[in-house]
């Protein structure tokens, strides 16, 4: 099925319309993303980026010539709508930022919606016939990702122009590039370019969308024989390796639900007529679709087991949810295989359709301040830190501070009053910090703190340490690891050993009283050069500090270098 209706919706100005559009677009995204020197952006900032972003992309990727003026309607709308998402997402956290997932959902909502768009426009009416449907999310992607490579060369082509005039002196083109408008503009343009002339060029669009479905279509019997082998082996190997494995098991199992979605459809096509025609491909997709269940199944039981042993956060939140759209994707493969037989496309197809819509509506949904899924994290780990699960100092104060939202934050509050003495420093010491590097290092300097006294040695021994003096060891790397020595200088000067990392090499360092006797570290003491680093037992070897002379050179009585003797 032809995307275009007749000849009369050709628009051969559409390439530099769009280019224009998407240059200007990437000139005001620039000025938007221009930030204040804090480094600090402002929410309504990046609502205004965000809003000329998807404004420009919607319109590029949807529009056509007939009924022009429901694409401007349904970019500006969606627009709006993410822009705003951001603007709330951005003002969640103490740290502005619109990069979390509820923003993440607002784009793949526009993403679910730009196909279900085009075909009402096509049909000029709410229906969704499937052949229609499904060529218009295939054509997008493949414009979409023949675009962005378009983009990719054009930058690289400016770069060689540039480095040619840079050979001969003339640096104008190197310094455009420098510039952050200029390569936006660029991007832009280059994209909308490519976009408009791909699009404009709908048989050459078609030969790609039918290319990439053949080459992908290869891959299902690969893919299928992969999985089903998969499946069977795990009541053999059983879950533990699953749990055990470095790779996370529920992204990595919900990824091969995905492309056995992706590589069925490329085989069975718009339609009957359109499906692969060797029985060994239309049994593959036949496979595929039976895997997204029980894949979808033991993502269930993973993602369980681990909100089991560690609550809720809110990725886990959004994982159960990607695991609850995966399993209604393999009922619906199921469902299809039991009624259908070897014809399952033919009643999938619908199915899938209608799962595409509500899909689009629950990522809106989602992306919403209507459920918050900071709150429900922040409830769940503080009930479990105050039932004993989580000592202190494993307990994640830095997603309490800078994840959960004004919720985490709260319930910081509350224990900053009302939990024990270590508790309340930590918390205190979250809500205080400006990042969450910040929290981290308070709660190493707690666990050094705690360990202080099973790793530390005073030489020489039965020496007091001054008052001031524990504190600022602990607040240093040296005894974070294993056995740590300190010897006192004088009184206003100790020197500290240990492995600053988790190795056995020990490093050291000074820690001075200032005048107004706060103990604080100074420079590392570097051991002497072209040496190997020592790896003594600091729990038993000797320790003493000596008068060593070196000879040095002085230029006018100052001197030049390090000690070289």
Known sequence: MDIREDDADRWPLRPWIMAAICAAAGLLFDA????????????????????????????????????????????????????????????????????????????????????????????????FPYPRLHRHVWVDAVIGGASLIFTGLSFLLALLIAGLFHLIGIKIFTDLLKESAFAWALAGFAFGTAFGLLRERDGLASILYRLVTMVLSVLAPVLA???????????????????????????????????????TNAVIGDGTEERGKHRLLHWSALALSLTVLPLAIVAAVSIAQRIGQYGWTPERIWGVLAVAVAMAYGIAGWWSAFRGRVGFDQLLRPLQTKLAIGLCALALL??????????ISA???????????????????????????????????????????????????????????????????TKSAANLDTRLRIVPDGTILPPGLRAAIAGTRYCRFGPCVVTLVDDRRAVI?????????????????????????????????????????????????????????????????????
């Not at 998969?230 to 992204?251: M, N, Q, R």
């Not at 830095?398 to 959960?404: E, G, K, L, S, T």
């Not at 918390?427 to 969450?436: F, T, W």
């Not at 190997?532 to 001197?559: C, W």
């Open 32 to 127: 938007l993303t221009d930030f204040p020197s804090s480094g600090l952006p402002r929410p309504g900032q990046l609502a205004f980026a965000t809003f000329t972003a998807v404004a420009a992309l919607s319109f590029v990727i949807t529009v056509e010539k007939r009924r022009w003026w429901w694409s401007v309607a349904f970019a500006i709308g969606w627009a709006t709508v993410v822009a705003l998402v951001g603007w709330f997402t951005a003002r969640y956290n103490s740290r502005p930022t619109i990069f979390e997932w509820p923003f993440f959902s607002g784009l793949f909502a526009v993403l679910l919606a730009a196909p279900l768009f085009q075909t009402i426009r096509d049909e000029g009416a709410w229906r």
């Open 225 to 263: 024989g992969a999985l089903v082998l998969f499946l069977l082996s795990l009541p053999v190997t059983g879950l533990k390796e699953l749990w055990d494995s470095s790779v996370p098991a529920t992204p990595m199992l919900l990824l091969a639900g995905a492309a056995a979605f992706a590589l």
């Open 366 to 375: 989602l992306a919403l301040p209507i459920l918050d899924f900071g709150a």
């Open 379 to 445: 409830r769940s780990q503080v009930a479990r830190f105050a039932a004993g699960r989580i000592p202190a100092k494993d307990f994640d104060w830095r997603a309490m501070a800078f994840d959960f939202g004004p919720s985490g934050r709260e319930r910081l509050q509350e224990v900053a009053k009302t939990g024990s003495s270590g508790q309340r420093k930590l918390a205190s010491a979250a809500l205080a910090s400006k990042n969450r590097y910040e929290v981290v290092e308070e709660v190493e300097k």
């Open 497 to 565: 050993a240990g492995p600053l990392f988790d190795t056995d090499m020990v490093e050291a360092s000074e820690i001075k009283r200032d005048v107004e006797g706060v103990w604080s570290q100074s420079d590392i003491l570097d051991s002497p050069a072209l040496k190997p680093r020592p790896s003594p037992d600091l729990a038993t070897a000797p320790v003493e500090v000596r008068i060593v002379q070196r000879r040095q050179l002085f230029i006018d009585g100052k001197p030049i270098g390090n000690a070289f003797e």
